[in-house]
Each structure stands twice: as C-alpha cells, then as structure tokens.
C-alpha cells in the first residue's frame, strides 16, 4: 500500500523519536566506560565525553589491586549462583503441583499465595523472623526470604497448565509417575521459560542491595552493589590505597566509573543470548495473565 | 464403607457396589499420584508459612510496645497508641506525604509512556532498527539502582557531567540538578521512567500482536490517518491490558522503590525525597523502633490492600476486573 504524507511524516518522527531514546540508554553507559579509561587530569577538569582521553587502565588497576572489589565480585558470584538455583528448584517445586489439575485444594493455596503478593508483613516484622531463625550475617538470610517470588510462580504455573494435555496422556500410559512427566516431559519443553524466570532471579540476586545491607553485618561478605554503594558514599577514602604513587593519580570519579563497569559487565555478557527469552517468555506470562 | 452400615435400602445392589469401588480405586488412584505432588509442596508451604504469613502474623508487634526482653508474645498492649504518634508528628506526616505525592507522579508519568512505546515500536517495520532499539531500551531494567545512581551522579554531577556542560555553554552557570527539591523530584520521577519503560513495554507490545491487522486497513479504507488508526483501532485493543496494569500498579502507590530514594536521595532534598521505606529503614532498623515502624509498615500494606481493591471494583465495573 502505498504511504501518504501524513504516514510519512508519522514514521519520520517515529524512527527520530526511538532513535533518540536508544541514545538515552547507550550514552550514560558509554560516557562511565570513557570515565573509567580516561586519565585523571582529563577526569577533574570535565574534558571526558563519551570518548576515553589520554587513555590508561589506571582505574581498574587501582580499583583491583587497592579495594576488596575482587573478594565482592565473588561473593556477589556466589550469592547469584547459589540463589538462582534454590530459586528456581523451589519455584519449580511450587508451581508444577498447582498445575496439576487432580492436586488436592490447587486453588486455596494459589489464593493464599497470591493474597502475599498484595498484602505482607512489611520489613521489621520480616527482619525479625530472619533474626530468629539465626540467619543474620549470613546468606541464608538472602536466599530463604526470598526464595519464591510469586509472580514468577504464577507465571510459571499458567505455562505448564498451558503444554500440551497428550502428550501427558501419552507418557502416563507408558508408565510415567509425576516426577517422570515432571524431568521427562515438562521441563524439557519449558526451557525458553526456564531461562527467562532463571534471569529474573539471577539479576534479583545479582543487584541485591537492601537485604545485604540490612542482614550482612560482615564487610569482607559484601556483594559488589553494596561495596560500590559504600564507596560511592563515603567519598572514597583515598589514604585507603597503600601505594602513594596511586594517590596523587587517583579521582574517585575514575574509581567508581570503573567499579560500575565490573559489576556492570556480567549482565551485558549474558543479556545478548539471553534477551530472546526473556522477551517470550513475558509474552507467555502477558497473554494468561 | 458407609454404605454398608445403611443395609437393607434398595440402593445397596451389586452394579451400585461396582461403581462404589470404581470410584473408591479412582480415589487411590488420585491419591497415589498426588503423594509426589504433596512431598515437592510441602517445603513451599513451610517457605510461604515462614517468610510470609509469619511475617503478617509479627503485622501484632504494631499494636503492642515490643521490647527484647518480653519478646513478641508477653510485651504489653497498647492498642492504636503507635498510630497516634505517627500520625500526630508532622515528620511522619511529611513522610507520608512524600511517598504518595513521588509515586503517584511516578505513575501519572511514567504510565503512558511503555504504552506509547510500544505503540510506536509496533509501528516499525524495519526489523533490524526495531531489533536494536528494543534490546537497547530494555537494558536498563537489568542494571541495579547503584549503577544507575552513578550514572545520573555522572551525567548531572556540578563540577564535570556532561549535561552541566552543555547547561554552562547555554546559560553560563551549572545547575544543581541533584540538589534542588524541584529538580530532584524530576530526576528521581525521570530515572525510574528510563530504567523501566523499555521493559514494561513487553506486556503492551505482546498484547499490541493480537489485534486483527484487517482492522487497520478497514481504518485506511475510511481514511482514517496514522494518529486516528492508534486512537480508534490500538488503543482500544489493548484496552484491557491497560486497566489490568493499572491496577497492579496502584497497588504499588505506597511504596516507592527503597534502592531508588536511598541512592538519590541527599541532605539538601531530605524534605521531599524521605519516604516511607526508608523511614522504616532508618527509625526502625537503625534506630531499633520496630513497634513505631511497623505500625508505619501496616498503615503501607492497608492502603495498598485498600487501593488494589478499589481500583478492581472501578474496572469491575466496565467488565475489566481482575477477579
């Protein structure tokens, strides 16, 4: 069909007006990254755009060598990791029993689940159960409070209801338990889901803040959202660093410019094969509600 | 079994029995398939026992004056006292305030804007473009509010951002973009727009595939233009993903992300940018008032509980409800 004037003028401002937005999103980024490979001088004066000037790897060399980042990566590794996989082991354990059409009171406890969702017991009252479990300063208190998120649940739960019902029949009659159909069948051909509820606890975990915070006392167990947060904060103490080569060479701009790229990297390492998923998998969840 | 004890009634004859125990093996037969189902559900019931309904239980500790030694169980009532203290202090009330007025901006913004995203993303024809500006939009929902707060301390910072920058070349003086209540709340309402529209726009693009594309061309048929299709043809198709939105979102008035205000936050803008959660946060944890605070936490949950309600009877009633 053919484009009138005014269709024209609609989808030149369209790609002008998306265009613009996709710059919004990449420009920040690439400004901290030009930041963190720039040299101090040119930091402290403002000359740094989106371009590295006088180029160095002297912030990552200090923010490695100087601060516990390292020790913070691998703990945030670790948090994200073990978490993930309780996550989804328990989710999966929620949701696949609340799609069995035969399972006993299905919809009282998806009402009691839900009813979470919109109405809880708020922080202190959550902090004190954690508290009495004994789980204060360790990670237990990150991965049990936190363990299923319902809406991922739910969402979960509508797509095995959804998977074909003969294909169940088929397996039942040649002999398959519920455990079988569940690791033979359902989570074979949940995968694009899986992987989209995985990045969803994963990057929960990854950038968790406020219960590391609230519940790690202990500094050398920080992740690096936190680390990096405290660094930001405290102006960066620069007497920390122990070489005094790296002090008069130091901005602190540089420093977190840097940090923020370490704990950035990760994400954009696994988003590009991941982003296909996640998009479908929304999609999955959008269209049951 | 209870059958038999009723003998002597015509209804206890052989084929009846048959169907009994058909329906007795049907029974077991449920009941054995269920054992698996019921052993993998018991620890998310413990899980939901545990870290959710305990929880609202501890929701008591509001009414009482908690104290280490006596515990939850044995410290004295004192009723509604805590509610009085809140709402009495202009502090708290400041705080309250805070928290409604930034996040009902925050919608009354930050709605529209996935949905005409989505609409103009839809309106793209060119595959690689749309590709590539999707996968850009959608990145800064994965990015944690640490990173993000640097980001807008880099870009708006006084002495060196980039758009002080450009505000110096035009104007000759920095702004302090960060440090004036005004300009605060539209960073603060402003970053949360950015990090989440691209993202939010899945759903309405997802719900945006389902409209019949032959309503569009019996739109251009009648000579309806690009912004009168959207109006009369888009909008109205996704019309009930919008209102189910919309009421999940009001759920959320109450609370304003901590992550968010905590990193943007500063001393200068204190009486706009302290909310609730981080009111609990620093009274409650730091300043170890958990009666007070949690009585703030379940005033929090019953507005929430209270504006989801309403907001379903609303859309109930143009048949959009969510139960």
Known sequence: MRRTRGEQVFYMINYVLLTLVAISCILPLLNIVALSLSDARAVVSGKVGLWPVDFTWFSYHSLLTGTPILNAFWNSVEITLIGTGLSMAVTIMAAYPLSRRHFYNRRFFTMAMVFTMIFNGGLIPTYLVVQNLGLVNSYGALWLPGLVSTYNMLIMRSYFENLPGEVDEAARI???????????????????????????YGV????????????????????????????????????????????????PEGIRAAAVIVMVIPILAVYPFLQKYFVKGVMLGSIKG | MKGELTAGKPRLEPPDSEVRQRIRQQRLRRFKTNIPLILMFLPVILFYLTFRYAPIGGLVMAFKDYNF?????????????????????????????????????????????????????????NIAFKRTVQTVVYMPHFFSWVIIAMMIMTVFSLEN?????????????????????????????????????????????????????????????DGASKLRQIWHVTLPGIRSTIILLLILSMGRVMEVGFDQVYMLQNSNVNEVADVISTYIYRTGLQGAQFSLTTAMGLFESLVAFILIFCANYIARRFNEGLW
């Open chain 1, 174 to 200: 040649d002999g398959c338990g519920e455990l079988g159909l569940l690791f033979r069948i359902v989570l074979p051909l949940s995968k694009p889901l899986l992987a989209t509820i995985a990045l969803f």
């Open chain 1, 204 to 251: 929960g975990y990854w950038n968790s803040f406020m219960n590391v915070m609230i519940y790690i006392n202990d500094t050398s167990k920080y992740n690096m959202t936190v680390l990096v947060q405290n660094m930001i904060m405290s102006n960066l103490n620069v007497q920390d660093f122990t070489d005094p080569t790296m002090i008069s060479n130091l901005t």
């Open chain 2, 69 to 125: 030694y006596d515990g939850l169980w044995h410290s004295p009532w004192v009723g509604l006292d805590h509610f009085h203290t809140l709402f009495s202090d202009p502090r708290t009330v400041e705080i309250i305030r805070n928290t409604l007025f930034l996040s009902l901006l925050s919608i009354i913004v930050g709605f529209p804007i996935p949905i005409i995203l989505a609409i103009m993303l839809n309106e793209v024809r």
């Open chain 2, 161 to 221: 951002g980039i758009v002080n920058r450009w505000v110096e070349a035009w104007t000759g003086e920095p702004y302090p973009f960060m440090y004036n209540k005004g300009s605060w709340i539209a960073v603060f309402v402003g970053s949360g727009i950015w990090k989440d529209m691209g993202f939010n726009a899945i759903i309405f693009l997802a719900a945006l595939t389902t409209i019949d594309p032959s309503q569009y061309e019996a739109a251009q048929m």
